[in-house]
């Protein structure tokens, strides 16, 4: 009876540990790094996303700190959206109570090119380097 008992506990034992370990319905991502440049200077900082061309996939995304990126993607062919904002000097938002104080008036100053109608592209990979370099001209 004490065999039988252990043997119906290791079975058990034995069937949760494979099916925690299964297979998982995450996908696969793979490291993805690089460069990012406004009029050959680094951007100082702003966000990267990677969209998926075909749009089955997840967007990867990751912060643009000092001209600099990584993060993780799936494989496949990528639009890239590159956005950074900053203070517009002298002005103020809209909105708020008016017992607050003004808000300072923010804008996006990377080109619409790079972000809402991007033309920048990238071919994640399953083997070998993910490093891209972004040039990004403001005219």
């Known amino acids: 009876m ?8 290791l079975m058990c034992t034995a069937g949760m540990l494979v099916g925690c370990g299964g297979a998982s319905d995450a ?7 690089g460069n990012v440049t406004l009029d050959g200077e680094p951007l100082a900082e702003g966000n990267i996303i990677f969209r998926d061309a075909a749009g089955k996939a997840a967007s990867a995304a990751g912060k643009i700190e000092n001209g600099e ?4 993607a799936v494989a496949g ?14 002005k103020t938002a809209v909105g708020g109570a ?3 104080p003004p808000v300072p008036a923010i804008e996006q100053y990377i080109p619409d090119t790079y972000n809402e109608k991007t033309t920048l592209e990238a071919g994640v990979s399953d083997s070998g380097a993910n490093e891209f370099t972004f040039d990004l001209k403001s005219k």
């Open 2 to 9: 004490k065999t039988l008992s252990f043997c119906l506990i």
């Open 27 to 33: 996908p696969v991502t793979y490291p993805v790094s």
């Open 69 to 72: 990126f990584s993060f993780e």
């Open 77 to 90: 062919k990528k639009a890239v959206v590159i956005t950074a904002t900053r203070e517009v000097p002298g």
């Open 98 to 100: 008016p017992d607050e």
